[in-house]
Nanobody, 123 residues
Framework: QLQASGGGLVQTGGSLRLSCAAS????????MGWFRQAPGKEREFVEA????????SYADSVKGRFTISRDNAKNTVYLQMNNLKPEDTAVYYC??????????????????WGQGTLVTVSS
């Protein structure tokens, strides 16, 4: 089970840190990712991180602004979001993948999803 938190309302240029806590003892066995879905749009990939945390992948739209990290001892993955823009407004979802790869970025490769947390960036 994945529980995302940390969303809220922030002004353009502001920062937020999302957290996703996982239950169970196999957190370190999963690739973790963040996706987002804006109103009227499809869910899109944001960032993903390998099991060890040593490899990450990110969408071009968040390059240099968002950073994914994980703490396997706490069964938690984070998304640090800086310099937020109105176009970042969306429901953000964390997800876990048991794929054999190092990092994956497509929705169909993720097996478990959190409930989502809303991020609203005002202009």
């Amino acid at each position: 089970q994945l529980q995302a938190s940390g969303g809220g309302l922030v002004q353009t240029g502001g920062s937020l840190r999302l957290s996703c806590a996982a239950s169970g003892r196999t957190f370190r066995a999963y690739i973790m990712g963040w996706f987002r879905q804006a109103p009227g749009k499809e869910r899109e990939f944001v960032e993903a991180i390998s099991r060890s945390g040593g490899t990450t992948s990110y969408a071009d739209s968040v390059k240099g602004r968002f950073t994914i990290s994980r703490d396997n001892a706490k069964n938690t993955v984070y998304l640090q979001m800086n310099n937020l823009k109105p176009e970042d407004t969306a429901v953000y979802y964390c997800a876990a993948s048991g794929d054999a790869g190092v990092v994956v970025t497509t929705t169909e490769k993720f097996d478990y999803w959190g409930q989502g947390t809303l991020v609203t960036v005002s202009s």
